[in-house]
């Protein structure tokens, strides 16, 4: 069993940053996948970023990209993800997640943090 633990989140203001971090608690961090996925209230949980095993791809979903990045630090054992410029429709529960396979889709999902909370101010 393999649990996330994700950090960073809280209350900013729009236009400010964010960074969020995810420590899987198993050495085996490495043989993963890793992928950033956020639910808003009364909303289907969706796909923001992702990065495969080495880190040489990423892939993020259209209204993030260029304003977020998603990185990982193997010998740390922690996968990132930068927000930069928010807007309050990026306010959502975010979720850090672990698959065996990329790209990354939340039906391969081997396992799920349990969720930080990310609030933009207007």
């Known amino acids: 069993q393999v649990q996330l633990v994700e950090s960073g989140g809280g209350l900013v203001q729009a236009g400010g940053s964010l960074r969020l971090s995810c420590a899987p608690s198993?050495?085996?961090?490495?043989?993963?996948?890793m992928g950033w996925f956020r639910q808003a209230p009364g909303k289907e949980r969706e796909f923001v970023a992702a990065i495969s095993r080495g880190g040489v791809s990423t892939d993020y979903a259209d209204s993030v990209k260029s304003r977020f990045t998603i990185s990982r630090d193997n010998a740390k054992n922690t996968v990132y993800l930068q927000m930069n410029s928010l807007k309050p429709e990026d306010t959502a529960v975010y979720y850090c997640?672990?698959?065996?396979?990329?790209?990354?889709?939340?039906?391969?999902?081997?396992?799920w943090g349990q969720g930080t909370q990310v609030t933009v101010s207007s």
């Open positions: 198993r050495r085996t961090f490495s043989s993963y996948a």
């Open positions: 997640a672990a698959s065996p396979y990329y790209p990354v889709v939340r039906s391969t999902i081997a396992y």
